[in-house]
């Protein structure tokens, strides 16, 4: 079955500009996270909703980043007045239900370059 | 902070089995080990968890000590496409049970003809 897809795969934006990426679940998963992976950071966890609620924003790095839900499947990160640090491939994933008993299925990514 | 301590790298030879350890002495007893796997310019890959009994899958197999605060990671017959970043995860973090996983640097695997 399909996995989990995420567009743009590239995304060139200048400072300063609004950027949104997209992700699609694997379909019937209600968890959805979202990840974040730089060079001097390595992945980090940025959001996760459950359904269409995300009880969990604490990895999400300021004010500028925001990211919703719709149908309890499709998920947009959005991040508003991009800077230099933002450039990174942003990794979504997906899985059947939150818990630690369950494996997450991991997008392609986006990678965001800012410039 | 990730829980968890690796080797930053590590070599194996096409054809034998590679051995990948962990330490987690801090894991309580709510949480699974977790393995996951990043090859280059891809998003990461699940391997295998468990939580006190070993486990095997068509990918590899987890050996936990009897304590949990150490495991390993054994892919049996390691070929090039194995070369990768491996990670090794406590889930859930804290009381948390939204299974966000915390990544750590993992162990960068390389495999050679």
């Known amino acids: 079955g399909a996995g989990v897809s995420q567009s743009p795969s590239n995304k060139v934006t200048e400072k300063g500009k609004d950027v949104e990426l997209r992700c699609d679940p694997i379909?019937?998963?209600?968890?959805l996270y979202w990840y974040r992976q730089s060079l001097g950071q390595g992945l980090e966890f940025l959001i996760y909703?459950?359904?269409?609620?995300?009880?969990?924003k604490s990895g999400l790095p300021s004010d500028r980043f925001s990211a919703e839900r719709t149908g309890g499947s499709v998920s947009t990160l959005t991040i508003q007045r991009t800077q230099q640090e933002d450039s990174a491939v942003y990794l979504c994933?997906?899985?059947?239900?939150?818990?630690?008993?369950?494996?997450?299925?991991f997008g392609p990514g986006t990678r965001l370059t800012v410039t | 902070d990730a829980k968890t301590t690796q080797p930053p790298s590590m070599d194996c030879a096409e054809g034998r089995a590679a051995n990948l350890p962990c330490n987690h002495s801090?894991?309580?007893?709510?949480?699974?080990v977790y393995w996951y796997r990043q090859i280059h310019s891809q998003g990461p890959q699940y391997i295998i968890h468990?939580?006190?009994n070993n486990e095997t899958n068509e990918m590899a197999s987890l050996i936990i000590t009897e304590d949990r605060k150490s495991s390993t990671l054994i892919l049996p017959h390691a070929t090039l496409r194995d070369t990768a970043v491996y990670y090794c995860?406590?889930?859930?973090?804290?009381?948390?049970?939204?299974?966000?996983?915390?990544f750590g640097q993992g162990t960068t695997l390389q495999v050679k003809p």
């Open positions: 994933a997906s899985s059947l239900t939150a818990g630690p008993s369950y494996e997450q299925y």
């Open positions: 379909s019937g998963h209600t968890a």
């Open positions: 909703f459950q359904g269409n609620s995300a009880p969990d």
């Open positions: 801090t894991i309580s007893g709510n949480e699974y």
């Open positions: 468990g939580l006190k």
């Open positions: 995860i406590v889930s859930p973090d804290g009381s948390s049970n939204t299974g966000k996983l915390i």
